[in-house]
């Protein structure tokens, strides 16, 4: 349930329905946007219809939200959500760019790497030190090590660090290192791991599961949120259908849909999503033109030596130029979402 209040209501009105209802033991959460005031409510909906709130002074209306999500979505939050990140903004002007390899390899390669993604305009390096592999014989990432590199890597350059954490265990080691926790697909619904980054401040990256719905996605958000931590970035990285010349489907529907949905900024793994270099520049341009925040891509000098996920990384020639098509297909993107909102 969601309370509008009028516009131009005041203060002391605000404070009064958000003491009604947390004296009645609801959750409460105020956004106070561009053109609405909104209190929204967490509580059995019933109980909140008998508390009369809408005879309080400065209140417009009380208005149902039939979806299971709250806090993740528009209802409650109606203007777009921006994080930032060091001095990047996610979901704002510029597109979100981030970029490295699979797994943080040595420490040199990732410097390497990490000034020619920043050159190319990348504002995150992306790096796994700690892998979900398929195979418990397939190399499982440096571990703290790792993250100790992309420390290295942020000194050198100033880049954000996105990098994934898949244990709750590790979240106070992780978080000491990078600017962003990934939660990866094969993640997405472990909910403790979800709880614990929740209990943190730091922005997390939530890559949408490769079994899972958008409703269960979001469901995922909320578990985050709930805990206090309203930073969560969405992350399409494909699903999985009986296709099989492309690793993963992408599924860009996602885009629009969860923009719909949710206020909660939305960005795009091509690198993951198709599973093959030669397609992911293609789907980057896609990923912007359906409205996406930004991507996030796999990056490496020598892709046929990468560690992991060498099929899928594109070199540092070919990421420079999706940079700039990205880059640019999001200015015109902009332009014709302004348009819309105009007529
Ligand atoms: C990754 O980013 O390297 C990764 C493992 O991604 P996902 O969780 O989307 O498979
Ligand atoms: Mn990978």
Excluded at 117 to 145: D, H, I, M, N, T
Excluded at 309 to 321: I, M, N, R, V, Y
Excluded at 322 to 338: D, I, P, Y
């Amino acid at each position: 349930m969601i309370v509008v209040m009028k516009e131009g209501s005041t203060r002391a009105e605000i404070e009064q329905v958000m003491q009604v209802l947390k004296q009645k033991g609801f959750g409460v959460h105020l956004s106070e946007g561009t053109e609405q005031t909104i209190v929204g409510v967490i509580g059995p909906r019933d109980r909140v219809r008998e508390l009369g709130i809408e005879n309080m002074s400065g209140v417009e209306k009380l208005v149902p939200v039939s979806n299971p999500f709250k806090l993740a979505s528009r209802a409650f939050h109606p203007d777009n959500t921006t994080i930032q990140v060091l001095d990047h903004v996610v979901g704002g002007e510029t597109p979100t760019i981030i970029a490295g390899p699979c797994s943080v390899e040595s420490r040199d390669g990732l410097i390497e790497i990490a000034q020619a993604v920043k050159a190319s305009g990348a504002q995150l390096l992306r790096g796994g030190a700690f892998k979900p592999r398929s195979s418990p014989y397939s190399f499982q990432g440096l571990g703290e090590e790792g993250l100790k590199y992309l420390a290295a890597a942020r000194e050198e350059t100033g880049l954000g660090i996105v990098s994934e954490i898949m244990e709750p265990g590790l979240v106070e080691l992780v978080a000491s290192y990078v600017d962003v926790l990934q939660i990866g697909a094969r993640n997405m619904q472990n909910f403790a791991l979800l709880k614990a980054v929740g209990k943190t401040q730091k922005p997390v990256l939530l890559k949408r599961g490769f079994s899972n719905t958008i409703e269960e996605w979001l469901m995922s958000a909320e578990y985050i949120m709930a805990e206090g931590n309203p930073n969560v970035i969405l992350c399409e990285r494909g699903i999985r259908t009986f296709e099989t010349y492309t690793r993963n489907t992408l599924d860009l529907n996602a885009v629009p849909v969860v923009q719909h949905l949710s206020h909660l900024p939305v960005l795009v793994d091509p690198s993951h999503g198709v599973g093959h270099a030669r397609y992911v520049s293609t789907m980057a341009r896609a990923s912007i033109a359906a409205g996406a925040a930004g991507v996030i891509v796999e990056v490496h000098p020598k892709p046929e030596e990468a560690w992991s996920d060498g099929s899928q990384t594109l070199t540092l020639k070919a990421f420079d130029e999706m940079a700039r098509q990205v880059r640019q297909l999001h200015e015109l993107t902009k332009s014709f979402q302004r348009q819309e909102a105009t007529m």
